[in-house]
């Protein structure tokens, strides 16, 4: 372990877990309301950003007008994925909703590389990338101090996340709507007799579900640039849904800093082989917790047999 | 549905109460059918000839897939990660320790399988969408290994030059000579999937799908038979990509991704689950998307200018759509289409029920 940076690789990391607890928390979103998991939400992610580049550099809009005017169309676009491609599969075996799913990420793929291209391209910046914050640590290694510099864009980023994670709870504690999908998410069938409307529902949560993979890919984007690996760098966020617990906010919330924390702690280490596995360690420790602790740090647990 | 005879037909033996093909016109059919797809080379282009190697390859992927998410219900994510493995496995067999194809491709087979249980593990615990994710982690922890372990024995990111394979003084170095293997590999395959199907194993896999508790009550040992279901899946994607290996002559960590794992998956979908047709239905019907998405392409890019090439765009697109209709109008698959289909022809001229 290298010690003078690993302060350095733990604080990014655990900044680049802000996007990925936003992923996460997209994809708890649906799955709360409906228990489907989504992984198409990488591609909706993906689209969301190209999208707003789109608008943006192609079209001309200010970033802010194209930044609205995607989150809206992400939200339609949630919205027609629950209508057209979800909706007939209620009731259906769980390998024809997860098939459904990923045939959906096949389509957006398609339509992505179609309208768009698959070229690498500049995503406007929407945080200034100079002048990093440089934090100096009274602790130091070797009698040198250890400094954490954070690129502000990281920093803010986070930031941005953070506010959606909050205003996402915020909407599920103190609205009508939100308190609605909360009860749908006890009993589907349970909720409808007392007059929710399921539907309606299901279809909130997707559009829901649009806006916070918009912002998501947005804010990815802005910190690492914009091609079609977007949707793949997603993937980093299933082990982090797990890892909370399928059903829980808070543990979307906990498993994306976690995951982004712990790639960060393995990206310090000295030894050139440990350093390689940061890729892979959101998986690992999806292996670990699936042995471990099926249900997440806090899910529910569900007797199954098996 | 009832197994249709036509009136005066009765078994009077054991042996002809199972056979599968059961009248000389379909042992004709048959053979007739082997034949011509043997004969291949002589009457078709060499592209044609590509098209049918790549849909062999898939067919033996899918029939392993279908014995672990078909008949047992365990759905992974991970076949293609283990078509990669036995690719790998071939390739430094042949190539670095000079083995003949013909020891290496049932090694290579089997010890896919043995990687293939240890995948298999987390079905002792886990089911259902669980189980998708700990395949789903095979598909990134396997490349991964390619890649970065042993890069003076695996070759790092650039992977691994494959010999064509030598069976008995004769190389198999291009399409309509390597044809013959994929075909004799798929028979081979095809007749061990169909006799698995209906075995007493194939039986334990069925009802472990259709009920796991209750299969356990009587007797069926869920998690031998689950592990033996995920060994049998590898197996068969090791074939799959041994064969694919030496015929696309080159192995990296990203010659198998997960998008595979997807397609072949479809394949499944779109042919029928649990159906020994399926598997040959679903690989054709995507392989040719795939053919048609390579036609279409410079029109599509006519009309999207900032498209990048057609294929890569229209490929997933095809399949996607593909699978999507399928799941909302057929889920039971091109498979039951033609069930349905031998049912109407063998009533006609009555409507069937």
């Known amino acids: 372990m290298n010690w003078q940076l690993l302060p350095q690789f733990a604080a990014s990391g655990l ?40 608008l943006a550099v192609e079209v ?25 491609a979800l909706r007939p599969m209620t009731g259906q075996p769980l390998l024809s909703i997860i098939l459904m799913t990923l045939g959906l990420s096949q389509v957006l793929q398609g339509l992505a590389l179609l309208l768009f291209g698959g070229a690498q391209r500049n995503f406007p910046q929407i945080f200034s990338a100079a002048d990093p914050y440089k934090i100096v640590t009274p602790f130091t290694v070797d009698d040198r101090p250890i400094v954490i510099i954070l690129k502000q864009n990281l920093v803010w980023s986070f930031v ?19 308190l609605a ?29 649009g806006t916070v993979a918009a912002t998501a890919g947005i804010l990815l984007a802005t910190s690492s640039g914009l091609d079609l690996s977007l949707a793949v760098v997603v993937l ?46 959101p998986y690992v420790a999806l292996l670990i917790v699936l042995l471990i602790r099926p249900e997440g740090l806090f899910g529910q647990k569900r007797i199954e047999r098996i | 549905m009832a197994v249709l005879r036509p009136a005066g037909e009765f078994d009077t033996s054991y042996a002809r109460d199972m056979a599968t093909v059961r009248q000389p016109w379909q042992w004709a059919a048959l053979f007739g059918f082997i034949a011509a797809l043997y004969l291949l080379p002589v009457y078709a282009s060499s592209s044609t000839v590509a098209l049918i190697n790549r849909i062999g390859i898939s067919i033996i992927a899918v029939q392993g897939l279908n014995l672990l998410t078909g008949l047992t219900g365990q759905i992974s994510l991970g076949q293609a990660a283990f078509m990669m ?11 670095r320790l000079g083995w003949s194809f013909v020891a290496a491709l049932p090694i290579a087979a089997l010890s896919t399988g043995a990687i293939g249980l240890i995948f298999g593990l987390p079905s002792l615990r886990v089911k259902g969408f669980y189980l998708v994710m700990a395949t789903l982690a095979a598909q990134f922890i396997l490349p991964w290994f390619f890649r970065n372990a042993f890069p003076e024995i695996l070759g790092g990111a650039q992977g691994i030059v494959v010999q064509p394979p030598v069976v008995l003084g004769v190389e198999f170095n291009e399409p309509a000579r390597y044809l013959y293997l994929t075909l004799s590999a798929l028979i081979v395959s095809t007749l061990l999937a169909y006799n698995l199907s209906r075995s007493r194993l194939g039986r334990a896999f069925v009802s472990i799908r259709d009920n796991d508790l209750a299969a356990e009550l009587l007797g069926v040992n869920l998690f031998k038979h689950k592990l033996q279901a995920f060994f049998l899946a590898a197996v068969f994607a090791g074939i799959a990509g041994v064969l694919s290996a030496h015929n696309l ?18 394949m499944l979908v779109v042919g029928g689950l649990g159906s020994n047709l399926g598997p040959i239905f679903g690989a054709v019907v995507v392989e040719l998307l795939t053919e048609a ?23 997933p697109l095809f399949f996607g759509v593909t699978l999507m209709l399928f799941l909302i109008f057929e889920p039971r698959g091109l498979a039951h289409r033609w069930q349905i289909f031998k049912a109407a022809w063998r009533l006609r001229p009555f409507s069937h029920t």
């Open chain 1, 181 to 209: 999908m909360r009860g749908a998410s006890e009993d589907h069938e349970l909720a409808q007799s007392i007059g929710l409307r399921i539907h309606r529902i299901f279809g909130v949560s997707w559009a829901l579900a």
């Open chain 2, 249 to 266: 002559r080159h192995i990296n960590s990203e010659t198998f991704d997960v998008t595979d794992s997807i397609f072949l998956l479809g």
């Open chain 1, 60 to 84: 001309g809009l200010p970033l802010w007008l194209s930044i609205v005017l995607a989150l809206a169309l992400s939200a339609l676009l949630g919205w027609l994925v629950e209508r057209l």
């Open chain 1, 15 to 54: 900044l680049a877990g802000g996007p990925i607890a936003l992923v996460a928390l997209g994809i708890v979103l649906v799955f709360k309301s409906s228990y489907i998991f989504n992984f198409a939400h990488g591609h909706m992610l993906l689209m969301g950003a190209l999208i707003t580049w789109w």
């Open chain 2, 293 to 315: 998405a390579t036609l279409f392409g410079p029109f599509f890019v006519g009309i999207f200018p900032s498209a990048a090439g057609g294929v890569q765009a229209l490929r």
């Open chain 2, 85 to 95: 493995t036995g690719g790998y496995l071939s390739a430094l067999l042949v190539g």
């Open chain 1, 160 to 178: 941005a996340a953070m506010l959606g994670v909050i205003v996402i709870s915020a909407f599920f504690r103190f609205t009508r709507t939100g």
């Open chain 1, 236 to 281: 980093a966020a299933f082990p982090a849904v797990l890892l909370g617990g399928l059903e829980s906010i808070p543990g979307a919330i906990a498993g994306g800093l976690i995951i982004g924390l712990s790639q960060g702690v393995v990206a310090a280490a000295k030894a050139q082989w440990v350093r390689d596995t940061t890729e892979i360690v």
